[in-house]
T-cell receptor, first 116, second 111 residues
Framework: EAGVVQSPRYKIIEKRQPVAFWCNPISGHNTLYWYRQNLGQGPELLIRYENEEAVDDSQLPKDRFSAERLKGVDSTLKIQPAELGDSAVYLC??????????????FGPGTRLTVL | GEDVEQSLFLSVREGDSSVINCTYTDSSSTYLYWYKQEPGAGLQLLTYIFSNMDMKQDQRLTVLLNKKDKHLSLRIADTQTGDSAIYFCAEIPPNDYKLSFGAGTTVTVRA
């Protein structure tokens, strides 16, 4: 079974440029999460989708970040414009929320963003 | 800031046991997880323990939970070089989905 797929794996951009990350969750997983992991820290939740609905985006900086999950499968996270402080690893995770009492989140390899 | 705290570094000799410690704050947490992150990779779920358990063993991994002290530990028996990674402790409250991670413990296995 394929795991969570993310692309690109690495991205280097100049500040004020836009950037987008893509995630394909595990087949059959209805819930998708985007996390940001700063250097030396654990991941922090940015947004959570149940199917195509964003049910928790309270931690998403909405002035420059946006996300979508059209058709309830793949998701895209965008930053426009990127700032130096956005340099981090962006992790996507998925789970089968509501199907199992243990809502285990499975993570992708992440996209390492460097903003110069 | 994080509600889950971990020591930052652990160095262990190959073949010895590693013990990684974690303290958490939510006494009502339902599940407590251990994830492993190798360089350049995402988080791999290692094991989890339900809060009504004291211990869970899975091959070389042993998880101990002290609910009174809100202390969780992960013991890796016969530590190998492939165990070198960052280990994250995470908690999740009941009926919730939001994982709260510690900052991670970097385990270095030396020959």
């Amino acid at each position: 079974e394929a795991g969570v797929v993310q692309s690109p794996r690495y991205k280097i951009i100049e500040k004020r440029q836009p950037v987008a990350f893509w995630c394909n969750p595990i087949s059959g997983h209805n819930t998708l999460y985007w996390y940001r992991q700063n250097l030396g820290q654990g991941p922090e939740l940015l947004i959570r989708y149940e199917n195509e609905e964003a049910v928790d985006d309270s931690q998403l900086p909405k002035d420059r970040f946006s996300a979508e999950r059209l058709k309830g499968v793949d998701s895209t996270l965008k930053i426009q414009p990127a700032e130096l402080g956005d340099s981090a690893v962006y992790l996507c995770a998925s789970s089968a929320w509501g199907v199992d009492t243990l809502d285990t989140q499975y993570f992708g390899p992440g996209t390492r963003l460097t903003v110069l | 800031g994080e509600d889950v705290e971990q020591s930052l570094f652990l160095s262990v000799r190959e073949g010895d046991s590693s013990v990684i410690n974690c303290t958490y704050t939510d006494s009502s947490s339902t599940y407590l997880y251990w994830y492993k992150q190798e360089p350049g990779a995402g988080l791999q779920l290692l094991t989890y323990i339900f809060s009504n358990m004291d211990m869970k063993q899975d091959q070389r991994l042993t998880v101990l939970l002290n609910k009174k002290d809100k202390h969780l530990s992960l013991r890796i028996a016969d530590t190998q070089t492939g165990d070198s990674a960052i280990y994250f402790c995470a908690e999740i409250p009941p009926n919730d989905y939001k994982l709260s991670f510690g900052a991670g413990t970097t385990v270095t296995v030396r020959a």
